[in-house]
């Protein structure tokens, strides 16, 4: 319950004060864990709330919960999220559900297995993290190889930075980590990158230094 309480003040508030302000703001007040991030790593979401005090309790009440809707949302885009989030609202209201009836109910709205996300998100004791490998051009193509160093499946932002100051933003969802902790991705463009950085969004403690020089 927490948890969709932050993820909908989330929400409210991109509509009411922008993405970015919204971000921030989501950041200061749930996402303690930027400071200490060993706690996030302490259970699972799925471990009894009563198993944790303090700074765990928070983090597994209102900021993993939160985030992994925000993950989901991402994976599936706005609508079919929506539709799925009403079916459950829909079929369970008046009743007393379970994780696992949230779980299927969305596996049989969207028509997909997500066993794989419900496991990455609220039963392991992974955490956030990616980086970015290496990147090359040759071509006409760049190629990227990201890690996921924490193990969890979040959505980011590719940005191919170019001397003349343009930019190309290729957006990633969490299904690029379905397979495994590695990510290679190939993007055609007319002209050599000077620098590649991605954006985690409010996925990662902070944004990690920038590549140059493929």
């Known amino acids: 319950d927490e948890g969709w309480a932050a993820f909908f003040e989330l929400m409210i508030t991109r509509t009411q004060l922008g993405p970015r302000m919204a971000d921030s703001i ?4 749930y996402l303690r864990w930027t400071e200490s991030p060993d706690s996030f790593t302490e259970g699972p979401i799925m471990i009894p709330s ?3 005090k303090e700074t765990p309790y928070e983090i597994n ?4 919960p939160a985030l992994a809707y925000a993950a989901l949302e991402d994976l599936l ?6 539709s799925c989030l009403h079916d459950y609202i829909a079929a369970w209201h008046g ?3 379970g994780p696992w009836d949230f779980f299927y109910s969305f596996n049989r709205t969207c028509r997909r297995n997500l066993d794989w996300f419900w496991n990455n998100w609220f039963f392991s004791r992974y955490r956030p993290g990616v980086r970015l490998q ?5 071509r006409g193509s760049c190629r990227v190889v990201l890690k996921n160093t924490g193990g969890l499946a979040v959505p980011l932002d590719l940005r191919f930075g170019f001397r003349d100051g343009t930019a190309l933003v290729v957006h990633e969802n969490p299904g690029i980590w379905k397979r495994g902790r590695r990510f290679r991705i190939r993007e055609a463009m007319v002209q ?3 620098a590649v950085t991605f954006d985690p969004g409010i996925f990662l403690p902070q944004s990690l230094p920038k590549a140059k020089q493929p």
């Open 26 to 29: 989501f950041r200061a007040f």
């Open 50 to 52: 009563g198993d944790l």
């Open 61 to 64: 009440s209102y900021a993993k």
């Open 77 to 82: 885009g706005d609508s079919l999220f929506r």
């Open 95 to 97: 009743k007393h559900p």
């Open 134 to 138: 290496k990147f090359h051009w040759a």
């Open 192 to 194: 050599r990158p000077d």
